[in-house]
């Protein structure tokens, strides 16, 4: 059954049978085109957006959004009722699904805040996790083993959103880049309690070679991932020249603040 829906969920990013995703909604600009072509790059152009351009928080309350200044669609994903699917874990969401849905099973880790590794292959076995010395460590008991399955995974990413942040991400699990290397699937990243991060889900070229970009978000408190507008220009697209300080509609970030998963 796993393999079923995997290789359907693979198909329909593929050939882009998602009608309403990024690659189908957003243009780039006049003279720019899309060159990064990797399986991550078009995963990422094809997720999946919703119809309806509305961010629902985890209680299912609708984000007010009224000058339209904010966001310019909505990833269709289940972020679950909990409180955890933040910024950082929109980004660790996106990174682990492709991971998950291409049968990268052993690239499926992340590290804790306090250090600890935790890893899908280690819940399969049973590994469980609670917070001791009033939450401020970690233990790890093993106890019956899980089946692999979407559920599953997504009862594991519950648990790297719940004890992971943009902290770990950032002095973890991250390595620095060149702003002038920027690919999709990085991430500006300022880590912190909170700090905060963005995504990387498009970038274009024109023949000069310069480069826009395009940005996605989740916030505080948990919420449906959505794409960014550009405060300076009120499209989707941040230009990459001249951009020491990325001004986005809830945060600025500089440019040695981008990152790159290692896994």
């Not at 050939?15 to 990024?22: D, L, P, S, T």
């Not at 805040?113 to 280690?122: A, I, P």
């Not at 498009?202 to 449906?224: G, I």
Request: proline share 3%; aromatic share 16%; charged share 25%.
């Amino acid at each position: 059954m796993k393999l079923l829906f995997t290789l359907f969920y693979i198909l329909h990013l593929i050939f882009g049978y998602a009608q309403n995703n990024i690659e189908t909604k957003f243009t780039p600009p006049e003279g720019y085109e899309r060159i990064y072509n990797d399986s991550y790059s078009k995963f990422l152009r094809q997720q999946p957006l919703k119809q309806k351009n509305i961010v629902k928080y985890h209680n299912g309350q609708v984000r007010f959004n009224k000058a339209n200044d904010i966001f310019a669609a909505v990833f269709d994903y289940d972020i679950g009722l909990l409180d955890l699917h933040q910024c950082a874990d929109a980004a660790i969401y996106l990174r682990a699904n492709y991971n998950y849905m291409f049968g990268f099973l052993d690239k499926l880790a992340y590290t804790f805040t306090n250090g600890e590794v935790t890893t899908y292959k280690d819940y399969l076995a049973g590994a469980k996790y609670r917070a001791v010395n009033s939450g401020d460590d970690i233990e790890k008991v093993y106890e019956k083993s899980r089946e692999d399955n979407f559920k599953t995974f997504r009862r594991w990413l519950d648990l790297v959103w719940n004890y992971a942040g943009t902290w770990s991400v950032e002095n973890y699990d991250t390595d620095l880049v060149d702003i002038q290397d920027i690919r999709p699937g990085d991430i500006f990243i300022q880590g912190g309690f909170p700090g905060h991060a963005v995504t990387v889900v498009d970038v274009a070229v024109n023949r000069n070679n310069e480069k826009v970009y395009m940005l996605a978000q989740s916030y505080m408190p948990a919420q449906e991932q959505h794409i960014l507008l550009n405060p300076k220009n009120n499209t989707v697209w941040y230009n990459l020249e001249n951009s020491d300080i990325i001004y986005t509609p809830e945060f600025i970030f500089e440019s040695d603040q981008l990152r790159r998963f290692k896994n």
